[in-house]
């Protein structure tokens, strides 16, 4: 057995096994030792990129212009839609050297298809990549990653990754588009749901353990499938939360809080990397220059290929910088590696080679990477490495164990938000009234972006909480909402969203009769799933009015009310914060989401779910974000001073700030206690603080640490992020956590885009959250 495929397999056992033990980073240190030794007897380690490159020269002397431009072309086969228009003649465009990818078409048998047409029907038989957007799990659905995000568990991540590669790569796929790190501050953005929030050092850690989990140790590992980040760049922040829209941004906000996510992918190894629709300093990623080739490859020294998003190229003149000649030059010029189905380069390359609008040089570049991509990918030793038959491959995707670990993440990415009298857990003898238009609904359990996902193997809330053995009564309530338009929208989307012929106050009432012999009601409510990810922009993030109606009337009958949310978005949910019992952001939760709502609200899961991205109290407030720079008159708590930075009719801050999230346990912190409070150069600070479970059950929590630069040479975030620990605590039990601080921690980028830490005051805070933490103060010279 080859060494990488060894290490791979001892690596993902011990993390999938041991996802929850405190001593997991003992054995991943044990195990990488292992690996130091093992590739020094690996002969196979040797000098890989000189073999590679003697086998692409002598390759691509071999090519023809026309088969050098085509391996730049992605096309789509449509049995997934994830874009505006379809691929004409795919297999004819394949036979005759014209394609070097393609996406959204899976199982073995329509992936050998074509690709026996690349390798045994054309002249060098050079053969295809197969994409996806494998988002969060292929046929094994896991929660969004904004969910998975709030787990705050790195190895699960890392290890829904590996779950959704190893089903991928079983299903004849060898590309993902994902993972999307784009940080959002915006809960307007419908692609929200597919990052990890607001925070750059948390999304940097995920976006690693992405990269890692999908490529493995070796991309040529059959279970392994090539990663591709997006988008670059900023994506997240366009205006008005609007997709597809324009950004705005000074470079000192672009280095220090969007763009460390998009390196952190680069250096984990990202085999490729996606363009974004923006612009950015008045050009649009796609033809942008400074960002494909000066940020990207001479600042941060990717080495693998650059991927268009779905036509961007044609894009690019209605964003008016010129016609379809110029921008498909001005891609090539910038650093475009592959065109996705614009077919701007195998219609317009070759014209303007002769035009000399373009060199030979950059199409031999751009062809270079993308062939190898495919060598490091193991294709040309067999291009059938990964592709089994369709019953084989059947015996390797959904099965027992991912869909248990599904159930686990799903877990572990809940949030408690309220829990007033201790309502939750539900006692197994009470009588649940069980409502809301999300309540018995397989459909909307997968989230958007769904793969391969089958919904109609999704488990339902209701399913979840019967199988539990809850006594459980069911009325709808509400239709998810009653604007016929929005509905038709979605539904032209597959969104398979029913409207009740019952008015909406008969539902009203039949929700309330069945509340009225109900002990707790648990209301499901929130979006359908195509209300979020992909062109789904809100400028409304309330819950639906037919939800909400429905939500009043069941607070009005004086029973306890947990409140279930599903969304890919943080909503506005200050009217339901006031007069509910209990909330569960349950976000999206894929295959097991019934199951696993049901562990929650049974308590056979302590919740452990924290927020990585604000909560408002209504849309006006965004963005608001934790890490923001203050101003020159900051508010300071006096309602009555007028002259400050604040709303007349709300609070500054949100109503669920970033890192938040409750426990069915209590847990008590200590006083910060510091090794030195004066320190100067490469010394490091060991800031500690006791952690106490006062409650009475077992649980985890998430200890956060977070660093102020109080004065600095240009003005700094009022806090960030810079370190956290997720531990267990049994019921009365205390630990001694600490963190290691150095100056790596203490770096920003300045007015000059430079790179460095400063002198000066600095603030240390740990907490459960972003907002209430226990500040002391030290000084640190040079």
């Known amino acids: 057995m080859k060494t990488d495929i060894l290490l791979e397999k001892i690596h993902y056992t011990w993390i999938k096994k041991l996802t929850d033990k405190q001593n997991i980073m003992k054995i991943k240190l044990t195990v990488m030792l292992l690996l130091v030794s093992l590739v020094a007897l690996d ?34 086969i449509g049995i997934d839609v994830t874009g505006p228009v379809l691929s004409k003649d795919v297999e004819s465009n394949i036979r005759n050297g014209y394609v070097g990818a393609v996406l959204n078409t899976h199982t073995p048998s329509a992936v050998r298809k074509l690709q026996d047409i690349a390798v045994k029907q054309t002249r060098l038989g050079i053969p ?21 995000a709030a787990s705050w568990d790195l190895n699960m991540i890392e290890q829904t990754a590996r779950i959704a590669a190893e089903e991928s790569a079983a299903d004849g796929l060898n590309w993902t588009f994902s993972p999307m790190v784009d940080i959002s501050r915006d809960p307007r953005w419908g692609r929200i749901s597919e990052g990890a929030g607001e925070d750059p050092y948390l999304g940097s850690l995920i976006a690693k353990a992405m990269v890692k989990g999908y490529q493995g140790l070796s991309m ?85 290929f650059v991927v268009t998003d779905y036509t961007a190229i044609n894009e690019m003149i209605e964003h008016g910088v010129g016609d379809k000649e110029k921008v498909t030059a001005l891609s090539l010029n910038a650093g475009v590696d592959m065109d996705m189905v614009s077919e701007a380069f195998t219609t317009s390359l070759k014209n303007l080679l002769k035009e000399n609008k373009i060199t030979l040089i950059e199409i031999d570049t751009a062809c270079r990477r993308i062939l190898e991509a495919k060598y490091k990918l193991g294709l040309f030793d067999d291009p059938y490495k990964n592709l089994k038959n369709d019953e084989k491959a059947k015996n390797l995707i959904f099965t027992a164990s991912s869909k248990e670990f599904a159930k686990e993440a799903a877990t572990h990415s809940m949030v408690l938000l309220k829990n007033e009298n201790n309502t939750l857990p539900l006692k197994k003898q009470a009588v649940i009234a069980l409502i809301g238009p999300l309540a018995d609904n397989k459909r909307d359990m997968i989230g958007p972006h769904a793969a391969a996902g089958d919904w109609n193997q999704n488990v339902s809330v209701m399913d979840g909480l019967k199988k539990a053995g809850f006594n459980v009564s069911y009325a709808k309530g509400a239709n998810i909402s009653d604007d016929s338009l929005l509905v038709k929208r979605l539904n032209n989307d597959g969104g398979k969203i029913i409207i009740e012929t019952s008015s909406p106050q008969q539902l009203i009432n039949d929700a309330v009769s069945v509340s009225s012999k109900a002990d707790v009601i ?46 890919g978005r943080p909503l506005a949910i200050e009217w339901e914060s006031k007069h509910v019992s209990s909330i569960i952001e349950a976000w ?30 209504n849309v006006g407030q965004v963005p608001v974000y934790y890490n923001h720079t203050n101003t020159g008159r900051p508010y300071k708590g006096d309602v009555l001073f007028k002259y400050a930075s604040r709303y007349l009719d709300v609070d500054n801050g949100p109503l669920y700030p970033f890192g938040y999230g409750l426990s069915y346990t209590k847990f008590t912190y200590g006083d910060i206690k510091l090794s030195s409070t004066s320190l100067k150069g490469n010394q490091t600070l060991t800031a500690s603080v006791t952690v106490t479970n006062s409650g009475t059950k077992d649980g985890k929590e998430i200890v956060q640490l977070y660093i102020r630069d109080l004065v600095g040479s240009i003005v700094r975030p009022v806090k960030e992020l810079k370190g956290f620990q997720k531990i267990d605590l049994k019921a009365g039990e205390t630990k001694t956590i600490s963190f290691n601080i150095t100056t790596s921690d203490l770096k920003f980028y300045n007015g000059d885009i430079k790179y460095d830490w400063e002198a000066g005051d600095f603030q240390i805070m740990i907490g459960p959250n972003s907002r209430d933490l226990k500040p002391v103060n030290i000084t640190w010279i040079k």
């Open 43 to 76: 002969a196979s380690a040797q000098m890989p990129d000189t073999k590679m490159k003697t086998f692409i020269n002598v390759l691509m002397k071999k090519m023809t212009l026309e088969e050098k431009i085509g391996q730049l072309n992605l096309l789509t």
């Open 128 to 148: 295809l990549l197969f994409g996806l957007d494998v988002i969060h799990g292929h046929t094994t659905m896991f929660p969004i990653p904004l969910g998975l």
């Open 220 to 304: 040529k590992n059959v279970n392994s499938i090539m990663a591709c980040v997006k988008h670059l760049g900023l994506y997240g922040a366009v205006e008005g939360g609007r997709d597809y829209n324009t950004v705005d941004m000074s470079m000192v906000k672009m280095y220090n809080d969007y763009l460390p996510v998009y390196k952190a992918a680069i250096d984990a190894g990202v085999g490729s990397v996606m363009t974004s629709f923006n612009e950015i300093n008045g050009i649009p990623s796609t033809g942008n220059k400074w960002l494909l080739t000066d940020l990207l490859r001479k600042q941060w020294n990717f080495k693998g």
């Open 522 to 567: 648990v209301a499901v409510l929130g979006e359908s799933c195509g209300m979020s990810g992909e062109a789904a922009s809100r400028s409304n993030i309330e819950l639906p009015e037919s939800q909400q109606n429905l939500l009043k009337a069941l607070v009005n009958t004086g029973k306890p009310v947990v409140l279930v949310l599903m969304n």
């Open 588 to 617: 999206f939760l894929g295959t097991e989401a019934g199951n696993a709502i049901a562990d929650v609200l049974s308590g056979t899961y302590n919740p452990s779910g924290k927020l990585t991205v604000s909560f408002p109290y």
